[in-house]
C-alpha cells in the first residue's frame, strides 16, 4: 500500500495537533471553582422559566443549526440527483465531501449547542456544564475541520473533525471529573487560535471558501460579552446582560458558513450547474 505523503500544511497541523495533546498531559493542573447560578448577572425568571434570557437567548443556535441542515440536505439530494440523470466520474470542481460533512457535523453541534446550553442554564451545575460544553465541542469539530478543509486539504478536514471531537469529549470528561480546565481551554482557545491562523492562509483549489476572519470576529466578541456580565447588565439598567449577548453574538458566527454554501455550484458529469435552492 503507498502512504500518501504529506503536504507542507498538513505537517503543520499534525505538529500542532501532537503538541496540544502533550500539553494537555503534561501541563499543569488549571482548578476553575464550581458554576453557580449567582455567577450570571441575570437570573430573572419569566413565565416561571428560570433564568430566562440565558435560557431563551440560545434559540438562534439551534435556529441555524436546523437552517444548515437543510440547505445541507438539498445539496446533497441536487448531487444525487445529478449523478442518477447523467452517471460518470466527478467532475473536478465538484464540492468535496469532508467539507460537506464537516459542515454536517458543525450546524448539527449547533443544535446541540443549544441543547446543552439550555439545560444547563435551566438549573447550573457541574454536570449540566458538561453537557453544555459536550455540545459545543461537536460544533467546535466542525468548524475547525471546515478551515482545515479549506486552507489545509480537503483530504485533512474530516480526521482534523474527529480529532478535535474526541479530543473535546475527552476534555469536558477531563473537567468534570478533577476540576482541570486545561484540556479544555486548549480545545477551545486552542481551536480558535488555529481558525485564526488559518483565515490568514490562502485558500485551497476548491475550497468552500468561508470567511474564517467573521467567524473569529463574532467568536471573540462573543468572549468580551462573557467576561463583562455583569457589567453590561449594569450599563444597560439591567435590560439585558453580557452572558445573553454572548449566546446571540455566538450564534452569529455560524452565518460566514451559511453564505458560503449558499454560493456553491453543484455541476453534474456533463458540466452544466445545478440549482440547489
Known amino acids: 500500500m503507498v502512504v500518501p505523503s504529506l503536504s507542507h500544511r498538513e505537517r503543520g497541523l499534525?505538529?500542532?495537533?501532537a503538541l496540544l495533546w502533550v500539553t494537555a498531559i503534561i501541563g499543569p493542573a488549571l482548578p476553575t471553582p464550581e458554576m453557580a447560578a449567582a455567577a450570571f448577572a441575570d437570573n430573572r425568571a419569566?413565565?416561571?422559566?428560570?433564568?430566562?434570557?440565558?435560557?431563551?437567548?440560545?434559540?438562534?443556535?439551534?435556529a441555524i443549526g436546523i437552517w444548515g441542515l437543510l440547505r445541507l440536505r438539498r445539496l446533497d439530494r441536487a448531487h444525487k440527483d445529478a449523478q442518477d440523470a447523467v452517471p460518470g466520474p466527478q467532475p473536478p470542481n465538484q464540492l468535496p465531501d469532508n467539507a460537506l460533512d464537516c459542515a454536517w457535523m458543525f450546524?448539527?453541534?449547533l443544535i446541540l449547542t443549544a441543547a446543552g446550553s439550555v439545560f444547563y442554564h435551566l438549573q447550573p451545575d457541574g454536570l449540566r456544564l458538561a453537557a453544555d460544553r459536550a455540545g459545543m465541542a461537536v460544533a467546535f469539530a466542525g468548524i475547525l475541520g471546515l478551515a482545515v478543509c479549506d486552507r489545509v486539504s480537503a483530504r485533512a478536514g474530516w480526521p482534523a473533525a474527529w480529532f478535535a471531537?474526541?479530543?473535546?469529549?475527552?476534555?469536558?470528561?477531563v473537567h468534570h471529573e478533577t476540576g482541570n480546565v486545561l484540556p479544555w481551554a486548549l480545545v477551545q482557545y486552542g481551536g480558535m487560535a488555529l481558525v485564526l491562523t488559518l483565515a490568514l492562509a490562502k485558500p485551497m483549489s476548491g475550497a468552500i471558501g468561508v470567511k474564517l476572519g467573521w467567524v473569529i470576529f463574532f467568536y471573540g466578541?462573543?468572549?468580551?460579552?462573557?467576561?463583562?456580565?455583569?457589567?453590561?447588565?449594569?450599563?444597560?439598567?439591567?435590560?439585558?446582560?453580557?452572558?445573553?449577548?454572548?449566546?446571540?453574538?455566538?450564534?452569529?458566527a455560524a452565518l460566514p458558513v451559511l453564505h458560503a454554501l449558499g454560493r456553491q455550484t453543484l455541476r453534474n458529469p456533463g458540466g452544466e450547474a445545478i440549482v440547489t435552492s
Open 107 to 109: 450546524f448539527a453541534g
Open 165 to 173: 471531537l474526541a479530543g473535546g469529549l475527552l476534555a469536558v470528561g
Open 221 to 252: 466578541l462573543a468572549k468580551l460579552f462573557e467576561l463583562s456580565d455583569h457589567a453590561i447588565y449594569e450599563a444597560t439598567q439591567q435590560l439585558i446582560s453580557g452572558h445573553t449577548l454572548k449566546h446571540l453574538t455566538a450564534a452569529l
Open 14 to 17: 499534525l505538529i500542532l495537533f
Open 46 to 62: 419569566w413565565h416561571g422559566l428560570p433564568n430566562a434570557m440565558d435560557v431563551l437567548s440560545n434559540l438562534p443556535f439551534a
